[in-house]
């Protein structure tokens, strides 16, 4: 990449937006729409990134890098192939209940690593074929055939299921032992999947499993800043890289008289406090060095015989300001929060740019890179290869900063707005 | 069932345990003859039953206290004071091998004395048991008996044979370790709280099973002398009643000290073999099994309520949750009253201790106390201690109570940079729009000092803003209460008394 000082903001935000949708072009697998969870050999596929790829195709088309019938293409393979998937629940299936395990062989799309059936990562991938679903809106028999596929994927997700009876949503599910006992507790990025699962026509949750999540939040003051508390910076940018929450409340904004796009903006504020203060005296956190969030970054075996008395947490939900924290930061965080806080995202998006150039690999952000463990001749620790999640989050965010197409698109939608509603969302565009 | 350590582990010839034990159970002890009709029987010499019988003689009651094992009960002999004694020495294990963290030369080849440790403890126990001692009650004008007691009547009990009339008693019999019935496990043997005191040899390998306070404490103790401990807990995070992120910082502590952390897991088989306990452990879909040379159980307590013939006496208890009280501590039999762990849900020494002069209050005067009406801290003696007071935020919203948390992280109060102790926070929660306090949360090395002031603040209904006009001395660790207070007392954004002192300080 050009020198990052010599470029326009818009040509930095235009080239960095490109290389990361060049993911998804790199890496899926043409037959059935699957992606991989990064770029390194032999990875298998995570349900989630193939979800944030079907939400960047229409930014590619609008953008002119791919032609409408590539993306449509590519977005009917994946959803053709989840329709077909086997939905059994067996060990070695695709899915249960509409839910799928997390990750997938890249192949045959069947079940690895013993995943868990996940929750989550199924909203993520519903909500990714929603915005195609709104997207390719034109009566030809492809596109036809495209928001009927959807329609039929989001229809049989059972989310009163995913509730096993009690209140919130689980977190997963493994035929061998069934429900995680894992919950969700306080903040996080699942008010996309409690949005959907409010929405749904067939399945909708039961009871009160919303407020039932939302009474484990905690709002706090921190460094001077009034936020719903969340550590890692993507639980407050997955959700909204969908929905547009500017000025729409549900009754706990409400009492708090703030939003969940203002609230993020906060969080976005008090990861760069944190990076100020840098407690645990890492290299290279400042006012324009930060973002803990979900990446990759050294494990343990790297501090091994480096005689550096620390723990590593490889591929972690780093966040603030109780960590973890090893050092790593995800370069590519700040502009996944550019439509809170543009100005600060894209100093800090320069600043660590030109500080740190390798953090780009052919333009296109690494996972995380960690300064504490550099060198001045090899530079900062970076990540290898891409992850699928980064570049799909900052895809569509920098798309919501310049256009805001995946908002339009998704405010739009009658599911997501219906599930908004029975969340308790008022005012605003609602 | 496989016995730890030699068969004088209690070490009974030793001189500081002769001293404990002359002091909370005389073996030379005579029973006094019973003085007709006592105004107040107490059953259980524990906290509790120490506290009733002493505050009950203070204002002259004629008074009789039962004990059938120690004076002093858990707390003394099992309990707070020996685990407090012997966390201290791991704290300065720990602050040993990060001396170089501190500028500080490491010293060379850091032995664990366990065997010294144990009869530091030991002296420090035996001194303690000094305050608690039978003599010291009987010259307090208690008559102290030794032995079993079961109610016979309504107004009557027995101990060992000798009948006790009262106008009214104190049930304050305490609790033991609830111990989880998994498979293998009492043939393998195990310990608890009421053992773990005794052990002469530091376990190489330590299986901790239970990730509450207690073996939250004891994981951390023993892995800082030199056992390679694991530590299983059925729940997602340890100290499952406390904040989410104070558990999740403990969690992280652990694992950076190198203690094996299984959150999610259960113990469900034990086999003693050839001189190891193997240990079956399953998480969700995921089985393994570890070998460990002890086990150490913390999985909850339950009252001390059988052989009391309760029954008789028109006592309506429960088996787990213990006797049966109102808001005043009195049974359903007016005449009897109960205090401390026997009836009480909060298991504290603290709260013995109060609930007991309120028993005993509530059981010899016309004007009564409730027991709903205490603010109770408590606190997890780790390294970072979690102290919380009051409510917690989840409590409040499912009372419809909005809360505000101003939150100050440890690594922004200068007396923690400047000590090392950055890991934590002061978490203090006001009902919303108001500086009325209900509740806080502390992580921090000394955190059990810090909570204090809290406490005071919300038994004495001050406000937060209030604490902020209250000189905390600089630099101290307690300054981040102060730090919080001062934000909450900061006019919010747009106020009106924001704008005006901008105005001023332009003119």
Not at chain 1, 121 to 143: C, V
């Amino acid at each position: 990449m050009t020198d990052v000082s010599e470029l326009t903001d818009e040509a930095l935000l235009d080239g960095i937006q490109r290389a990361a949708f060049g993911y998804f072009l790199q890496t899926a697998n043409l037959d059935n729409g699957l992606v991989p969870d990064n770029s390194r050999p032999s990875v298998p596929v995570s349900i989630a990134v193939v979800g944030f790829a079907l939400a960047s195709y229409p930014v590619a088309v609008e953008r002119g890098w791919i032609a409408r019938a590539e993306a449509l293409d590519r977005s009917l393979a994946a959803l053709r192939f989840f329709r077909d998937s086997d939905q059994s629940g067996g060990p070695n299936a695709t899915g249960y209940k509409g839910f799928y395990y997390h990750f997938l062989d890249p192949h045959t799309g069947t079940r690895v690593w013993r995943s868990e059936l996940s929750m989550i990562d199924t909203a993520l991938l519903i909500a990714g074929a929603m915005t195609s679903s709104m997207y390719f809106d034109a009566n030809t028999p492809e596109e036809i055939e495209l928001r009927e596929l959807v329609d039929t994927l989001f229809r049989r997700v059972d989310w009163q299921w995913a509730q096993d009876g009690g209140g919130t949503l689980k977190q997963g599910w493994k035929p061998e032992c069934g429900f995680l006992h894992y919950g969700w507790e306080g903040y996080n990025e699942a008010i996309l999947l409690y949005v959907l699962a409010l929405g749904s026509p067939t399945h909708p949750l039961e009871g009160d499993g919303y407020r039932a999540w939302t009474a484990t939040y905690q709002w706090e003051n921190l460094y001077g800043y009034d936020f719903l508390y969340g550590g890692p910076l993507f639980v407050h940018q997955f959700s909204h890289a969908w929905i547009d929450f500017r000025g729409i409340r549900d009754r706990f904004m409400r009492e708090k008289r703030c939003d969940y796009f203002e609230n993020s903006r906060r969080a976005t504020l008090i990861q760069r406090e944190y990076a100020k203060r840098n407690p645990n005296e890492f290299c290279g956190y400042d006012e324009h060095c930060w973002g803990l969030t979900a990446c990759d970054g050294p494990s343990d075996d790297l501090s091994a015989g480096t005689g550096v008395p620390r723990r590593l947490f490889g591929y972690a939900a780093r966040g603030v300001p109780y960590g973890p924290d090893d050092g790593t930061i995800a370069g590519w965080a700040p502009l996944a929060s550019l439509p809170f806080t543009p100005q600060i995202a894209l100093e800090a998006a320069r600043h660590m740019l030109l500080r740190y150039p390798e953090i780009l690999i052919e333009s296109r952000y690494a996972s995380g890179f960690n300064s504490t463990l550099g060198s001045p001749d090899r530079g900062a620790w970076v990540s290898q290869g891409n992850f699928g999640l980064d570049q799909g989050v900052v895809v569509m965010m920098i798309e919501n900063h310049r256009t805001e197409l995946i908002w339009r698109l998704m405010r739009a939608c009658p599911i997501i707005r219906a599930g908004l509603r029975r969340a308790g969302f008022r005012g605003g565009w609602l | 069932m496989q016995r730890y350590g030699s068969p004088g582990a209690m070490d009974p010839q030793g001189e500081y345990e002769r001293e404990r034990l002359e002091n909370v159970r005389p073996p030379q002890w005579r029973n006094p003859v019973p003085a007709g009709r006592y105004s107040l029987v107490v059953v259980g010499g524990g906290p509790a039953g120490m506290v009733a019988a002493r505050t009950a003689a203070s204002i002259g009651a004629k008074v009789a206290l039962v004990e059938r094992a120690l004076l002093g009960g858990n707390s003394l002999n099992v309990g707070c004071v020996p685990s407090k004694a012997i966390i201290r020495t791991s704290r300065l294990y720990a602050d040993m091998r990060s001396a170089g963290h501190y500028g500080a030369e490491n010293p060379d080849g850091i032995h664990v004395d366990f065997p010294a440790l144990m009869q530091r403890m030991r002296r420090i126990r035996a001194r303690i048991s000094r305050v608690d001692s039978v003599q010291r009650l009987s010259a307090a004008g208690v008559d102290v008996f030794i032995g079993e007691a079961h109610f016979t009547g309504a107004d009557t009990l027995s101990v060992d044979g000798t009948r006790l009339h009262f106008r009214k008693a104190v049930v304050a019999t305490g609790a033991r370790p609830d111990t989880p019935s998994i498979p293998g496990l009492f043939e393998a043997g195990y310990l608890t709280n009421e053992n773990v005191f005794d052990l002469t040899e530091l376990p190489r390998r330590l299986l901790v099973i239970g990730g509450g306070p207690l073996g939250c404490e004891l994981a951390q103790a023993f892995s800082r002398f030199g056992a390679r401990t694991t530590i299983v807990q059925a729940m997602p995070l340890f100290l499952p009643r406390e904040e989410r992120d104070a558990a999740q910082l403990l969690a992280d502590v652990f694992t950076r000290e190198g203690i094996e952390v299984r959150l999610n897991t259960e113990a469900v088989r034990v086999r003693f073999e050839e001189g190891q306990r193997s240990v079956d452990l399953v998480s969700d879909d995921y089985q393994c099994t570890v070998a460990v040379d002890a086990i150490l159980t913390g999985t909850g307590r339950l009252p001390n309520v059988e052989r009391l013939n309760l029954e008789t006496a028109r006592v309506d208890c429960d088996a787990t949750t213990g006797i049966v009280v109102d808001d005043f501590l009195r049974t359903s039999n007016p005449r009897i009253y109960a205090a401390g762990d026997a009836c009480l849900k909060h298991k504290f020494t603290h709260t013995a201790h109060a609930s007991a002069r309120i028993a005993v209050h509530n059981a010899l005067s016309v004007r009564r106390r409730r027991v709903n009406m205490l603010t109770v801290p408590w606190c997890t003696y780790t390294d970072p201690e979690i102290a919380h007071v009051g409510l917690y935020v989840r409590e409040a919203r499912d009372q419809e109570i909005p809360v505000r948390t101003f939150t100050i992280p440890m690594h922004d109060v200068h007396r923690a940079i400047t000590d090392g102790e950055e890991v934590g926070f002061v978490k203090i929660h006001v009902k919303e729009r108001t500086d009325q306090i209900i509740g806080a949360t502390i992580v921090a090395r000394h955190a059990g000092e810090m909570i204090n002031e809290i406490t005071l603040a919300i038994v004495a209904r001050i406000g937060l803003r209030t604490l902020a006009r209250v000189i905390h001395a600089y630099p101290t660790q307690a300054e981040a209460i102060k730090k919080a207070a001062d934000v909450c007392a900061r006019p919010s954004g747009g106020s009106m008394v924001k704008s005006l002192l901008r105005r001023w300080a332009r003119w």
